[in-house]
Structures are given as structure tokens and as C-alpha cells.
């Protein structure tokens, strides 16, 4: 479950081990000034810097076993569709979403570009496609508008709960249709 609270921590992970190594190189400076003989001094820079190292080989470790996979890693796993119904399937690729519908007898493809943010645009970013793993939302524009240089017709995906059963968002549309929806989706059965 994506909870407030461990998405923030996981979207931050990077700022944690920002703060890690700067209160390492605080107390590494400090260090040798605390102690009055120089043996003890030595010993003990030498234990904090080997201790120091280690933590620094273990943490990507241990912050991407805590956080599992990224926001795009879930994305794409998984073909997504609505339970119970055959109208309405979405693949994502790290750069382009495909969703597609039944029209009758016949299946209709929309492909789109989008990026995950932190915050939603207003314009759609083009630059920002396929660069961002994690994000609380997803950007998109149909690719005929992005073509046409439509910006504005961006449309935004809020992921309100994401994992190995379930993509629930609630979707606005920008520019000429506007509206509100919340969606849920699950893998599709094999």
C-alpha cells in the first residue's frame, strides 16, 4: 500500500542519505579534536571511518529491500484492467501508456506519452518523459497532441493506491474537457 507517510519517505530516500553522509563528515571532522591521545584518535577514526564505509555499501541496499519497486517498475509490470469488464485495458512502457477500448466489434488503441511527477503540470513537459521512476502523479497527452504542439490538453493521474493487485487514481482532464474520475484497475488474468 502506498500510505502518505512511506511514499514520502521513499520519494525522499535520497534527501535521507544526503543527511546521512553530511552528519558522517561532521563527526569524522570533529573526530580527532575529541580525543587527547593520538592512539586513541587513530583507533578510533580508523573504527568510525570502516563503520562509515560499511554503511555507505549497505544503504542502497537496504533502502531499495525496505521500498521495493519503483512507481514506473509497478506500472509496468502489469497489463491493467477494469474488473469484471473487457472495455478497457492499459499498458504503460517507461515513456508511453496505451489504453485500449471496444468500439462494437472492433478494439480502438490511444497511445500517450507521460512522466511521473511529484506535483501535477499545467503544460505537459515533453522533456520530462521517461525520466522520473517515482511519483504520486502521472502526466499525460495523447501523442496526436503532443505532435500538434498541444500542451495545454495535458491530463493528470493521481496514484492513490499502487501495488502487485490494484492501480487505483483519480484522473482529471485538462484543457477542452474537464472532469474528475477515480479508477481502479487490476492485472489482467493470463
Known sequence: ??????????????????????????????????????????????????????????LP???????????????????WVIPNSDLLEITYTDSTTTSTIQVGDSLAHFVAYYYLSDAPDTLFQAHKIGTATNGRFINF????????????????SKIVELNDNELIFESTRKGPI????TSRFVPKPD
Request: aromatic residues 8%; without cysteine.
Open 1 to 58: 500500500m502506498w500510505g502518505g507517510g512511506l511514499l514520502d519517505m521513499y520519494l525522499n530516500r535520497d534527501n535521507l542519505v544526503l543527511s546521512f553522509l553530511n552528519a558522517g563528515r561532521q563527526i569524522a571532522a570533529a573526530l580527532p579534536f575529541l580525543m587527547a591521545n593520538k592512539a586513541e584518535k587513530m583507533k578510533t577514526t580508523k573504527s568510525f571511518l570502516k563503520y562509515f564505509a560499511a554503511m555507505l555499501l549497505l
Open 141 to 156: 497527452i495523447l501523442r496526436e497532441a503532443l505532435r500538434d504542439n498541444q500542451l495545454h490538453t495535458i491530463s493528470i
Open 178 to 181: 474537464v472532469g474528475s474520475r
Open 61 to 79: 541496499v537496504l533502502s531499495h529491500s525496505q521500498h521495493g519497486p519503483s512507481v514506473l517498475e509497478r506500472l509496468t509490470r502489469n497489463t
